[in-house]
């Protein structure tokens, strides 16, 4: 296969060299763990303290890898991008809200993005996170097959009606519903609700898509057994690949509480899952679709190359790339120009309220034993190209 993800012209093309000049300092602040670990800690203090620093949060990680802090904000971001054939996913990034009101907020905004993805081919999906309708704790004990009391039993009726009511709009608009991974304490609850509404909403083709987060060694087993449901009950299989983003904190509690952790031996065996899932999903495109979320170049190239052996479109409607915003466009915009379906999720939400995405983000990007991050890598190449080096 032809390597792409190179071309840091075509990668940068939308950036000024005042906003080059910008993403460079910023990656060089977060390349240093023991600056991150100081800054993420004075940040919450200052934000808690209500000192004003949302203007320094704005100007540095926010607009970098956010579109703003409501949806309507994001749209001149999103037409940027689209005229470079990159699409968007507005994701509302407002996490660990755990009261109703804050549920049905979250309802609420998740119809306005399908709402906004039905009017503009810019965005063809819209997304939210099961936690964002419902109580961590009560998938955990439906998970653990715990017999909830009346009003826990209320409350998560009231769960799976945001599901349905959001799967229904996104089916009766014809706009693709992903759906993101969380913890695995919490997952099989949602698993569960996920696949009820694949069954009831994936019946002409996947509008519902799941998420398999393959640093768990059982998800390739999970995906095989949906698939034989898939086949008798007469349904197609949306799926979201990602390699996943909580293992610190799984293999923390499999240790704790003494179990068998659920994470891949070595990142190579996550490697190897995440691959063997790709594989699988384009082996069966009769009945699935794939989002391959990631920032990996070898997973991409594994996946370009399979649809190039098996003779699948670059443009097939059943395959699309993601990538985060503010992160990996080398991949992102190289495969746009080479006629690949590509989109970037866009975070949005109130600044204060998005930290803990943030944080994740620069917790990410952060070196490991001093090595330059790649972005950092491929911004210093573009600056580098730009001034004739
Ligand atoms: C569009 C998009 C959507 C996403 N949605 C979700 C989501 O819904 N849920 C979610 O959890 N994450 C999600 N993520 C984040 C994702 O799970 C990864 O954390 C992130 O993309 C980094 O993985 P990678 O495939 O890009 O590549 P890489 O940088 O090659 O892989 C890093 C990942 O490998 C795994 N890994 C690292 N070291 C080890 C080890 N020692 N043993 C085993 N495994 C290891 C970890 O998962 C780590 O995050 C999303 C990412 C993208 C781009």
């Known amino acids: 296969m032809e390597k792409i993800f190179n071309n840091t012209q075509v990668a940068f093309s939308l950036k000024s060299d005042t906003e080059l000049d910008r993403a460079y300092f910023l990656f060089k602040m977060i390349a240093n763990q023991p600056l991150v670990r100081i800054g993420t800690a004075v940040t919450n203090f200052a934000l808690k303290a209500n000192l004003p620093v949302e203007g320094l949060i704005r100007a540095t990680v926010f607009d970098h890898f956010c579109g703003g802090v409501n949806e309507v904000d994001c749209l001149s971001v999103v037409d940027k991008m689209y005229t470079k ?193 790709v594989r699988y999903m384009i082996e069966h495109l009769d009945l699935m679709s794939i989002f391959a979320g990631t920032h990996n170049e070898l997973s991409t190239y594994t996946l370009m190359e399979l649809m190039q052996e098996k003779g699948i479109k670059t443009n097939d409607d059943r395959i699309w790339f993601g990538q985060l915003y503010g992160m990996s466009d080398n991949i992102s915009y190289n495969l746009a120009a080479h006629g690949y379906n590509v989109a970037k999720y866009l975070p949005f939400g109130p600044v204060k309220d998005v930290m803990p995405y943030l944080i994740r983000r620069a917790e990410e990007n952060t070196s490991v034993a001093g090595q330059t991050s790649r972005e950092l890598e491929m911004i210093k190449a573009e600056r580098n190209r730009r001034k004739g080096k």
């Open 85 to 277: 054939g990159v699409s968007s996913v507005l994701d509302y990034s407002v996490e660990g809200k755990e009261e109703e009101d804050q549920f049905d907020a979250a309802l609420e905004m998740t119809l306005k993005t399908i709402e906004f993805a039905k009017e503009r081919l810019a965005i063809p999906f819209a997304v939210f996170k099961p936690t964002g309708f419902g109580r961590f704790e009560l998938y955990e004990k439906l998970g653990d097959q715990q017999t909830l009391t009346r009003e826990e039993q209320a409350e998560w009726n009231r769960v799976v009606a945001r599901f349905d009511l959001v799967c229904k709009d996104a089916h009766s608009k014809n706009v693709a519903l992903l759906i993101d991974g969380e913890e695995s304490w919490m997952q099989d609850a949602a698993d569960d609700l996920v696949t009820e509404m694949m069954r009831k909403y994936n019946k002409e083709k996947a509008i519902v898509f799941n998420t398999l987060q393959m640093y768990r060694w059982d998800r390739l087993d999970y995906l095989k057994k949906l698939h034989e449901q898939a086949k008798n009950d007469g349904f197609f299989i949306g799926m979201k690949l990602v390699r996943g983003a909580y293992m610190e904190k799984e293999m923390a509690r499999a240790e704790e509480k003494r179990y068998q952790s659920p994470i891949c031996a070595s990142k190579e065996a996550t490697d190897d899952n995440y691959d063997a899932a």
